[in-house]
């Protein structure tokens, strides 16, 4: 039944290509992203959260 | 560089604070009315404001947009003030924001009650506030942008990309959605009609769980679970990949919420793959999140923030498993329509939304105003109450889910359905819903302890309204270092290009599903035979749609012996083509009604609505004799016409005039035939409209035994 739907789009075809193609390339560039990512950059990155000022004596309100 | 003294707000954090504790009280108190009303139907009261059909909607909308809602941005605000280092861009925006949001709140507190609602789940406030909702949410956008356009930190963490990612696509999925023609000032009609509103629907309903409860949360969760753990993410490269692989698989799987439905079946594959690869993302970000906690567990065991950090986080992995099996269509033939579902969405909802909450207030709180927790032991015992209270609600449902669709589907040696009267599956289920208001009544306790506590705690200290703080600003020119990367130059510190891609990964998986529904004709085969609803039908319709009935009652036989034996011949996508909005529900609590149609008497449905438990001993269905008082509002059948004309109903030019006269020539005929049986009743009432509406449903295709389908 699926078949007689789709093909009454022009081209039909391509798009499982396309579909294709847009995942791999979104998953190719999202691995290059992150492997060429460099650890300094990440280092800093992560420690975003850490780094505010006045609170962070943690200590005083864990200690309870 | 120098640095510029600035302060950060707290006081729209603490309004939104409040806003949270107050609603999440009050929005768990009503889901307990609900379980409560499903063992006993007294507690219905027998007085339409307060039904279940009406009250269910009051409770998730309380729970989602309201708790949760307001959780989030009390989150969004403080944390992303800190993270950029600037306060937020306007504190005008922020207040217009803050009371625009209550404002809504308490609009959807007063419509849903009074039965004004759209009956999309989660989408059913009316067009007045959905505009309302559009120009708050562009309001907190506009404000969150600013922010981050003039912060004093150059790199955005990942939790303002989960941001950005919530307010972009909670802003597309609540505009494509909410398409609908206005009818009068409280009614409208959804644009779309059957299967392609069904398939709009769920692609909303599924990713406002994507996009409203999880990734404002997720953004939360890499802020303050690194704060209370005092150690930064366990892989941030990780979180990178958990973003961007999260939104753009995410936007895809809602067809998985219509699997076996009149929806065609290439949506449905579509719907179940995407569902299984979101997995891959969903763990990793738990796992990201768990281990953070890495050589700080022992502190897991003392800190209620991180215990009830922990049990979020597990069920947010819980969820996010059981979600796409649940998409696998076999085990989804078993679950979809029970009690299975209230169970997986209690997970997530209790567990991780309700546990990640109480989990930053706790921490939010004491540092707010300066001081320490009142009693850490309070919020251990909160702690159990509430771990106690989501097992005794999700393990009954499970049991219930899984007992009741057994039973549904269970023949005998010859071939008969075992259990052919529903009823009987349903009172085999009810003391699971005891359990399971038990379940709630303790979630409820644990929040009313925290909500002492935290009271406690603010006396206790003295409120930071504007905390200061310092910091460089942002150069003019920037050269990012190579230390960073090409990603960075190009992506991570320009919000605009950020949010663009962010749209456009969102945007890939919505249009490729729904272009071929809405482009090809042959998509949703029309049936020649099936015709407009009468004017007497819509406004039954549009009772049917007040009284909620779609909180407890599918439309929607889906192809298995099953319920073809018990229900009758299953629902064909040609069949639902002037059904603005579409009514197939969610949940079958009561039978499916798609057949419904001239299966019983008039004076059988006239008898069942005035009192169900004396027709059908032991329903839980409460009574509606309401509807035995109230006239039907002929003065808005003009309107209601046209509206429908308008939204693709070819009734025939000037039928809006004609359409009373018909609907009374209709309802006297009905009211005639309820006197043959003794029934005495004026052929105003709109109980004739709603027994004309529920003995039209499903008779189009038997009118004709060879219904002339056309591909």
Request: proline fraction near 4%; aromatic fraction near 14%.
């Amino acid at each position: 039944m699926y078949k007689n739907v789709l093909q009454n789009i022009d081209n039909i075809a391509i798009w499982p290509v396309i579909s294709f193609v847009i995942f791999f390339l979104f998953f190719i560039c999202l691995l290059w992203w992150v492997l060429t990512t460099k650890k300094a950059f990440i280092e800093e990155m992560e420690r975003l959260p850490l780094e505010n000022s006045i609170e962070e004596d943690n200590s005083k309100v864990n200690k309870l | 560089m120098e640095l510029e003294k600035f302060s950060y707000d707290n006081k729209i954090v603490k309004a939104f604070i409040i806003a949270t504790v107050i609603f999440g009280l009050v929005g768990m108190l009503v889901g307990l009315t609900a379980a409560i009303q499903l063992v006993y139907p007294i507690f219905n009261f027998e007085n339409q404001y307060t039904t279940f059909g009406r009250i269910r909607p009051l409770h998730t909308n309380a729970i989602i947009f309201a708790f949760v809602g307001n959780a989030m941005f009390a989150g969004v605000y403080y944390s992303m003030q800190r993270l950029l280092k600037t306060r937020m861009y306007s504190d005008t925006l922020s207040w217009i924001h803050f009371w625009g949001w209550q404002l809504i709140i308490v609009a959807a507190a007063i419509t849903l009650p009074l039965g004004l609602t759209t009956s999309k789940e989660y989408a059913e406030l009316e067009w007045p506030i959905d505009i309302a909702i559009t120009i708050i949410w562009v309001v907190f956008g506009w404000n969150m942008i600013g922010t981050i356009i003039k912060r004093r930190e150059r790199h955005m963490y990942v939790a303002i990309w989960f941001y950005i990612a919530t307010f972009i696509t909670v802003a597309v999925l609540h505009l494509v959605n909410s398409v609908e023609m206005p009818v009068t000032m409280f009614k409208s009609y959804s644009w779309y009609a059957g299967v392609q509103d069904a398939l709009v629907q769920w692609w909303y309903g599924h990713n406002a769980v994507a996009f409203f409860l999880t990734t404002p949360y997720l953004g939360m969760m890499y802020y303050f679970l690194p704060k209370a753990a005092n150690r930064p993410v366990y892989s941030y490269r990780l979180s990178i990949i958990h973003f961007w692989s999260l939104i753009f698989l995410y936007i895809w799987a809602g067809p998985h919420h219509l699997l076996y439905t009149s929806l065609p079946d290439w949506a449905q594959s579509l719907g179940v793959v995407f569902s299984i690869m979101l997995i891959a993302p969903s763990w990793g970000g738990m796992l990201n999140g768990l281990m953070t906690l890495r050589g700080a567990w022992d502190r897991v065991r003392e800190d209620p923030v991180l215990k009830f950090m922990v049990v979020a986080v597990t069920a947010y992995g819980m969820a996010t498993l059981e979600g796409p099996l649940l998409s696998l269509k076999n085990v989804n033939a078993i679950a979809h329509f029970t009690d299975w579902i209230v169970a997986h969405v209690h997970v997530g909802g209790l567990g991780w939304n309700g546990f990640m909450i109480f989990a930053i207030l706790y921490w939010v709180v004491p540092r707010m105003w300066g001081t320490t927790l009142h009693s850490r032991k309070l919020a251990n015992v909160h702690f159990w109450l509430g771990t106690l209270g989501i097992i005794f609600y999700a393990l009954p449902m499970y049991v219930s889910g899984v007992v009741q669709s057994l039973m549904w589907k269970e023949f005998n040696a010859e071939g008969f359905l075992v259990y052919k009267n529903f009823l009987e599956t349903t009172v085999q289920i009810l003391p699971l819903y005891g359990l399971r208001a038990i379940g709630g009544g303790l979630y409820l306790v644990g929040a009313i302890l925290m909500t002492y506590n935290l009271i406690k705690t603010a006396r206790s200290g003295d409120f930071i309204a504007d905390e200061d703080a310092e910091a460089a600003p942002l150069a003019k020119e920037y050269v990012a270092s190579r230390n960073a990367g090409w990603h960075h130059r190009v992506l991570e510190h320009k919000p605009v290009i950020f949010t663009v891609l962010t749209l456009i990964a969102i945007l890939i998986g919505g249009l490729i599903e729904m272009i071929p529904t809405f482009l090809i004709k042959s998509n949703i085969p029309t049936i020649s035979n099936v015709k407009p609803y009468t004017p007497l039908e819509v406004h039954g319709r549009d009772i049917y749609i007040r009284e909620g009935c779609v909180n407890c009652h599918t439309q929607m036989v889906r192809p298995f012996r099953s319920e073809t034996e018990r229900y009758g011949e299953y629902s064909k996508a040609g069949e639902f083509v002037y059904d603005h909005p579409f009514l197939w529900g969610s949940k079958r609590t009561g039978p499916d009604l798609h057949r419904i149609g001239e299966k019983y008497s008039n004076s059988w449905h006239y008898n069942h609505m005035l009192a169900p438990d004396a027709v059908s001993t032991s329903s839980i269905m409460p009574a509606y004799p309401w509807l035995f008082e109230q006239s039907i509002d002929k003065s808005v059948t003009r309107a209601k016409i046209n509206a429908l004309r308008t939204v693709g109903v070819p009734y025939a030019a000037g039928y809006e005039n004609e359409a009373n006269a018909d609907l009374e020539k209709q309802s006297e005929k009905i009211s005639a035939s309820l006197k043959a049986d003794g029934i005495d009743v004026s052929p105003d009432a709109e109980i004739i409209a709603l027994i004309a509406y529920l003995q039209r449903l499903g008779i189009d295709i038997k009118a004709k035994p060879t219904a002339n389908v056309q591909e």
